[in-house]
């Protein structure tokens, strides 16, 4: 828990380029104040404090439902830098506070965590793909200043004057907000992959947290991957290509580390992309499936190892490497050729449905 750090939610205004009132628009059966709030709790900030002014009557019943305090802004028409300055005028023995509209709801608990562990005294500011966006992370400093604004350019303003860190971020949500029903659409899409990301976000953490080679191999086993499995859509399978693409470029995100396949799952686990993690444990072997069902952990474990760092190989290249280096180990050696005999009868699995070799199967860039 962040007992130094607070946060506004804000929640006043009118909505007025949308027909419903955005604070208690429903994405995936919970609220936009909802997500807000929940961001933040998640991330160790249990009392986000919520502004409201349009439509007070029923933010704040959602709001005490979910337990959070809340501030009224009897100024609300005046624009959202009078709800800015209502709730900063409430918050108390903080270093540093959030600022968060109700309409960028799916900003991940994982950033908000990272602004604060970046936090050193002066304000920080997420970055996604070289664009500002929510929330920023406000020095306690500043509230007087914010005070004293006369409201001209808005919270911009102020803060345009003082010093801030950019840190770079791998969540695309810092820049999604709703203005219009085709924002909340694309919103919808975004809440219903949170749990693998999408690309953008794969290839942005990817950048992050893996050095140039690791990067590079794990381009081109989503590339390979992507091959193999639209090959298997066009058999009829239903393979969920993000997955695929995610996966396999983020499958060596522990590399470096003891038993890297399990410190990379814990680490995409910790960052809430739960749904790459079993792909990404298992990649190091997997047994070909006694249904004979491909998946898509069965497709990127098989692109792994179609690949020897950014070159594409045969399977049995890719493993003799590794015989050649324990020759002199019987136990390793049987090991390794386990584990090329379980990657030969998945290849031969996929052959024999899509009557075509692995070693013919055009990537996909």
Avoid at 218 to 224: E, F, I, R
Avoid at 280 to 287: E, M, Y
């Amino acid at each position: 828990m962040f007992a130094d750090f607070g946060a506004i939610i804000l929640a006043a205004g009118f909505s007025s380029r949308m027909e419903d009132f955005k604070p208690l628009m429903l994405l995936q059966g919970r609220t936009l104040l909802h997500w807000a709030v929940q961001c933040f709790q998640q991330a160790g900030i249990p009392q986000p404090l919520v502004v409201t002014g349009h439509g007070a009557p029923q933010v704040r019943q959602a709001a005490q439902t979910l337990g959070v305090p809340i501030v009224h802004n009897p100024d609300y028409q005046q624009g959202m830098f009078s709800s800015v300055h209502t709730g900063v005028s409430t918050l108390k023995h903080f270093q540093a506070f959030f600022v968060l509209p109700v309409d960028i709801p799916l900003v991940r608990p994982a950033t908000i965590s990272a602004l604060i562990q970046a936090w050193q005294g002066q304000m920080v500011l997420p970055v996604f793909e070289g664009q500002q966006g929510h929330p920023p992370l406000i020095p306690a400093t500043l509230i007087k200043d914010i005070l004293a604004h006369d409201g001209q350019g808005g919270l911009r303003a102020v803060l345009a004057k003082h010093p801030a860190r950019e840190l770079f971020v791998w969540d695309q949500g810092i820049l999604l907000d709703v203005d219009t029903h085709s924002d909340f659409q694309i919103l919808e899409t975004q809440a219903t992959r949170l749990k693998i990301g999408t690309r953008a976000e794969a290839l942005a953490l990817a950048k992050l947290y893996m050095p140039q080679r690791g990067l590079a191999h794990g381009q081109a086993v989503a590339q390979m991957a992507l091959g193999l499995a639209q090959k298997l859509n066009d058999y009829g399978f239903n393979l969920d290509l993000d997955l695929v693409h995610n996966a396999a470029l983020l499958h060596d995100i522990g590399k470096g580390q003891p038993q890297h396949e399990q410190a990379g799952a814990r680490l995409l686990s910790d960052l809430g992309l739960t749904g790459l993690t079993q792909i990404v444990a298992s990649h190091r072997d997997v047994p070909p499936p006694a249904s004979g069902i491909l998946t898509e952990k069965e497709v990127v474990y098989l692109a792994d190892k179609l690949m020897r760092c950014d070159q594409r190989v045969s399977i049995e290249d890719r493993f003799q490497e590794k015989l050649d280096k324990y020759v002199q180990d019987s136990r390793a050696t049987q090991a390794i050729v386990g584990r090329l005999n379980h990657a030969l009868a998945v290849a031969q699995l996929f052959e024999n449905i899509c009557d075509q070799s692995v070693n013919e199967i055009q990537v996909i860039k």
